[in-house]
């Protein structure tokens, strides 16, 4: 009987309490759309246990009293008792009631709570309840079930189901509005108080009160399925976790995020995940009871227990509780679902009325062949795999807001007692058990935070530590924060950026293969009085992103254009300015689908692409311009991806993209699909090696229409610590463009006169003042941090013609953060230290290092620019070329 979200003023108390509060310990088939006939059992639904209460006595054949006052695992403050005065039978019903209790008693109040243990257990059925629920601020009945054997562990990972459970009903808020939601929830996963649960809240019609009158609470329970009905309307269904597994029988993504277990592999030994139907797969039994506060009602509505709704009694009854085995198939309860259209679908705005509910399984890892994966622990959130945390001093670090760059960040706070404090995965301390694997990053990969001092420790000069564990412990690197890379202590009041090599830290000792705990401090028993703030914390992998180009002017010998079944040949053709060579499909009159395939048998190299490194932020994109529609001129276009020799793949219509748009004659349009929607749908990232854009089968004849620039790839990679940016090279970087900011030029991409430079960028500076450079798009920002080790900003130059003002001197800036910090210097003071001639193509190299010393935040750079001084340059052209942010 544990607790689900309430409404009301003390929404945000429920939230926090949920995973707080401890308990007490295939297909469809005969489906009825409609509702059920109340006044029948369901259709294929055979009664199998029942108790209808007409007795003169609680029948002990089928019921058993739980009595203790051990508070229900939930603070409650009853007593559960088998006396008379708290549960018995009259006029054909059962009464639960909760009474005051006598003064000096172990707790306030007296209840009962009855069971089915080993009288009644069942896998799977259809459990109905025909009750009148009571009321009051502090009340809280529950009909509900629990596993008889505990086969997955103790609470809750071996699951709950409460059929319906409610508090403080008739409880008016501010408004007027009485309390009158019931809930259907399950509990399930890892150990309390990392449990997780999920489920519903549900309003009867018409501004009916459960406590006004008797209601029929029942859920059905079928293998891998479970749902909520009261007066038989099913208002909320949930499932088992749908798994999406790769070629090698991996686990890459949740279809449907529904329940899991974790419990230890019998044959490994070893605690996994699981997201098959356990743990709603044993024996469960019935529980009634009526609990009095406790966490969930003491903490919504008005608040605490008002203790004049118990003076005369509080009275939950119940008029029967019914058992039905589906005697289509006992042993999966399958085949006698009552259900409605909507019931196994998530709700939206536009469809408020559908029942499916979310779960709280874990998503499995994607994997993948490749190296690590950044892994980002905080960034104006919490990562609930690696949870703030203070080691020894009691405290809970705070979620606050600071400056406009930073939005949240979490803040530590120091008191008396000594302490460490930061981030961890460790199950023990709250954490998810995701350890991190850093070995494969050895070479390239960096750790990186930002501290801001708000007070220093009393002991003014404690020493500021950086610590690092693996492996439970089993190794450690501690240094102070002068040792990072920017080797400086942090100041008070202002935001400070700290980098550390993890070759340094392997050098220093730290077993690599099993991150799990990271820690910033003053030295330990000095730090009383600190308070500080850490955003931004960061595993790089300095690695980049994979990317596969299947045509961009020319087509990727490994990934031909390709027609699976109309005998025809893809051809490249010359499209406008912008697109250059393309490849142009044409449908005949045979069916067929066309695109591009890495498959032998289809002329290609035998390349499957493996995405899953960039799962999260990854991309398909491709542009396409209708030459000629299909002579069906209705024919749907679509868009199709395989992986593993087609072991799975995924269909959609264009208009499932996201620009959501059709395709129109002679206008070229871009179509992106996400990489995380493809895998949810069920595609196996590791392994792709068919892609498809067409009219739909037997639809197209007479379509003729071009691709171009067809690629896979994370468009926020540059925007991540690691690998280098070229700004230009023939070309500016995706996501980056050649820009005048004032001068309303547009600057020019040309062939140079050299003929080792091939394109290169040109600018050219008119009347107008202005500055030119490399501007990156909206929300793209390049990460350097990573890079300070012998990190620079290079760049090749010619001047064309000197400004008008021969004495203007030629400057170099660069911004950060939208302009938050920025560095302006001349090109002599460069590595180089040469100013520039006429007619010679010149090198100049800025490091990184130097620029941060200087002010600049290096790990969200956007703007790159070479020009002569602000209103000089009236005159001027010059090219660039080779300009790169990179490291030796």
């Known amino acids: 009987m544990n607790t689900c979200s309430a409404k009301h003023l003390k929404t945000v108390i429920m939230t926090s309490l949920i995973a707080a509060v401890a308990g007490c310990n295939g297909a469809n088939t005969d489906s009825n759309f409609e509702s059920v006939d109340t006044s029948a059992p369901p259709v294929s639904w055979q009664m199998i246990w029942n108790d209808e209460f007409e007795g003169t006595a609680i029948d002990s054949r089928k019921w058993e009293h739980e009595v203790n006052c051990s508070g229900g695992g939930n603070n409650e403050k009853q007593c559960y008792t088998d006396s008379p005065e708290n549960s018995f039978i009259s006029d054909g019903m059962l009464h639960i009631v909760a009474h005051k209790a006598e003064e000096g008693a172990t707790l306030p109040y007296t209840s009962a709570r009855l069971r089915t243990k080993y009288k009644g257990d069942w896998t799977y059925g259809r459990f109905e309840m025909r009750a009148k629920l009571p009321s009051g601020q502090g009340s809280w009945p529950a009909f509900w079930m629990l596993p008889t054997d505990e086969v997955y562990g103790g609470w809750p990972k071996s699951g709950e189901i409460d059929i319906v459970e409610a508090v403080n009903l008739k409880v008016e808020d501010d408004d007027g509005v009485a309390e009158a939601f019931v809930h259907g929830t ?396 393309v490849i142009e499909f044409s449908v005949g009159a045979e069916p067929t689908v066309m695109g591009f395939s890495t498959k032998s048998g289809n002329g290609g190299g035998d390349q499957p692409f493996d995405a899953s490194s960039i799962f999260e932020n990854g991309v398909v994109q491709f542009e396409m311009k209708v030459e000629s529609m299909p002579t069906t001129a209705d024919a749907a276009w679509l868009f199709k991806i395989e992986s593993g020799d087609a072991t799975t793949a995924v269909e959609l219509p264009l208009s499932d993209s996201v620009e959501g748009a059709a395709p129109v004659t002679a206008q070229w349009q871009t179509y992106t699909f996400t990489l995380a929607d493809l895998a949810s749908a069920g595609l196996d990232l590791s392994a792709i090696d068919v892609l498809m854009v067409f009219p739909a089968w037997g639809a197209g004849e007479g379509a003729i229409y071009r691709l171009d620039n067809v690629k896979i790839f994370d468009p926020t990679a540059q925007n991540s610590a690691g690998g280098s940016l070229t700004l230009f090279a023939d070309t500016a970087a995706d996501q980056w463009s050649i820009w005048d900011c004032c001068g309303g030029s547009t600057p020019q991409e040309i062939q140079d006169e050299d003929g080792t430079k091939g394109t290169v960028a040109e600018f050219s500076i008119g009347a107008t003042e202005t500055v030119m450079g490399f501007l990156a798009n909206d929300d793209v920002y390049f990460d350097a941090s990573s890079l300070l080790s012998g990190g620079y900003i290079r760049f090749e130059m010619k001047v064309v013609s000197m400004p008008n003002d021969t004495s203007a001197p030629w400057l170099f800036k660069v911004e950060s953060g939208d302009t938050t910090t920025d560095v302006e210097l001349s090109l002599s003071d460069s590595v180089e230290g040469t100013a520039p001639e006429v007619g010679v193509w010149q090198t100049y190299t800025f490091m990184l290092q130097d620029l941060l010393s200087s002010g600049l935040d290096v790990s969200a750079i956007d703007v790159v620019m070479v020009f002569p001084a602000w209103g000089q340059g009236n005159g001027a052209v010059y090219r660039i070329d080779n300009a790169v942010i990179a490291a030796d």
């Not at 300095?542 to 045509?551: D, S």
């Open 186 to 581: 399950l509990h399930y996963g890892k150990e309390s108080p990392n449990n997780s649960n999920s489920g519903r809240a549900y309003a009867l019609p018409d501004g009916v009160n459960p406590a006004d009158d008797f209601h029929t609470y029942a859920v059905e329970w079928q293998q891998g399925e479970i749902r909520w009905y009261v007066d038989d309307y099913l208002y909320a269904t949930q499932r088992q976790s749908d798994v999406a597994y790769n070629a090698d029988g991996d686990p890459f993504t949740l279809k449907h995020r529904g329940w899991f277990a974790e419990y230890f592999d019998g044959v490994t030994g070893e605690l996994e995940t699981q997201w098959n139907s356990a743990p709603y797969d044993q024996d469960f039994h019935l529980l009634l009871n009526l609990a009095v506060g406790g966490d969930w009602p003491e903490n919504v509505n008005d608040l605490g227990i008002d203790d004049s709704a118990f003076t005369n009694g509080q009275s939950y009854i119940v008029d029967y509780v019914r058992v039905y085995q589906c005697s289509t198939d006992p042993l999966t309860g399958k085949g006698c679902d009552t259900v409605r259209a909507g019931y196994d679908q998530l709700e939206d705005e536009a469809n408020p009325s559908y029942a499916l509910v979310e779960g709280k399984a874990p998503m499995p890892t994607p994997p993948s062949t490749g190296p690590a994966s950044d892994l980002i622990i905080f960034d104006d959130a919490i990562n609930p795999d690696w949870p703030a945390w203070d080691c020894c001093g009691g405290s809970t670090p705070a979620e606050v807001q600071d400056d406009a760059e930073h939005g949240t960040a979490i803040e530590f706070s120091i008191g008396a007692e000594p302490t460490v404090m930061g981030f961890v995965t460790k199950t023990g301390n709250g954490g998810g058990g995701t350890p991190y694997d850093a070995s494969s990053i050895l070479e390239t990969g960096t750790i990186t935070f930002e501290v801001k001092v708000e007070s220093l420790p009393t002991v003014a000069n404690a020493q500021w530590l950086f610590k690092i564990e693996s492996n439970d412990t089993s190794s450690a690197v501690e240094m102070p924060l002068t040792s990072s890379v920017e080797g400086v202590a942090p100041p008070v009041g202002q935001w400070q950026q700290y980098t550390y090599n993890i070759k340094d830290l392997a050098d220093a000792g730290l077993e690599l293969s099993a991150i799990d705990v990271l820690m910033i401090f003053p030295a330990w028993g000095a730090g009383e009085g600190a308070v500080y703030r850490v955003d931004n914390v960061k595993i790089n992998t300095g690695l980049t992103a994979p990317e596969l180009v299947l045509f961009e002017d020319t087509q990727n010998a490994a990934w031909p254009a390709w027609d699976c079944c109309g005998g025809s040949t893809p051809v490249e053709q010359t499209d406008d300015a912008d697109h250059g060579a």
